[in-house]
């Protein structure tokens, strides 16, 4: 996982660092869709950036860009014997999660202090389950291990209407509220919910994954800075 995570955040980095001329992020909330509903039947939460190469004009009322998201779909814990070490235990803590990186295309050919706008997004997403243990006396961390993960392509369209809510700040051009809603199309995945992974005994773990598409209805709120 941790490959990934950080090849998209430095990418990411670059484009909003070097060449962005629009820089945003905020709260995502992810509602599952379909088949992935009926497997999880709950809801998720995570946050969201994005960055675009140049900033919509009249003249060019669209603009390219990296969108990536990390979203928490589940988690547990469980205090458990610390196996070997009489009356002491260990908080073992699951979180399955999905980590987002999309291609933005986005056409806003509006000016003013309301801006609505629409984009399309095609990437991937990397969907996936990690368990941490931690001693119950300080909460400190003796290791993790990813118990199930998975790749999917993932593509989709939404829109949304910016706020302004600042002007001419230093080099600030513009600083809007982002209120979007997407609808993203996810191919089939194997993924864990919380309820999937049994201990049997203290060397024995039984996993039970799903496999379906990984379709997600999203909502955002947060800001976008133009420069």
Not at 45 to 65: D, K, M, N, Y
Not at 111 to 138: D, R
Not at 152 to 159: E, H, L
């Amino acid at each position: 996982m941790s490959k990934f995570y950080f090849t998209f955040l430095f990418i990411l980095l670059i484009l909003t660092s070097v060449g962005a001329q629009t820089v945003g992020g905020g709260l995502i909330f992810a509602s599952p869709q379909g088949e992935f509903r009926s497997n999880l039947d709950r809801d998720g939460f995570g946050f969201q950036l994005q960055g675009t190469l140049w900033t919509p004009s009249v003249e060019r009322p669209f603009t390219l860009g990296l969108d990536a998201s990390y979203i928490i779909y589940g988690m547990k814990t469980e205090t458990r014997p610390w196996y070997g070490f009489p009356e002491s235990d260990l908080n073992v803590t699951r979180t399955n999660s999905i980590v987002n990186l999309h291609m933005l295309f986005q056409v806003s050919p509006f000016t003013g202090p309301v801006q609505p706008y629409i984009e399309g997004l095609f990437g991937g997403a990397y969907i996936f389950t990690l368990s941490e243990v931690k001693s119950t006396n300080n909460d400190e961390s003796l290791f993790s291990k990813t118990n199930l993960d998975d790749f999917t392509w993932s593509y989709g369209a939404g829109g949304g209407v910016l706020i302004q809510v600042a002007q001419d700040k230093g080099s600030l051009s513009t600083l809007f509220l982002d209120f979007k809603v997407r609808y993203m199309n996810g191919t089939q995945a194997e993924y864990l919910t919380e309820n999937d992974i049994v201990v049997v005994s203290p060397t024995q773990v039984n996993y039970y994954p799903r496999k379906s598409k990984t379709d997600l209805l999203t909502f955002q709120i947060g800001v976008v800075a133009y420069f």
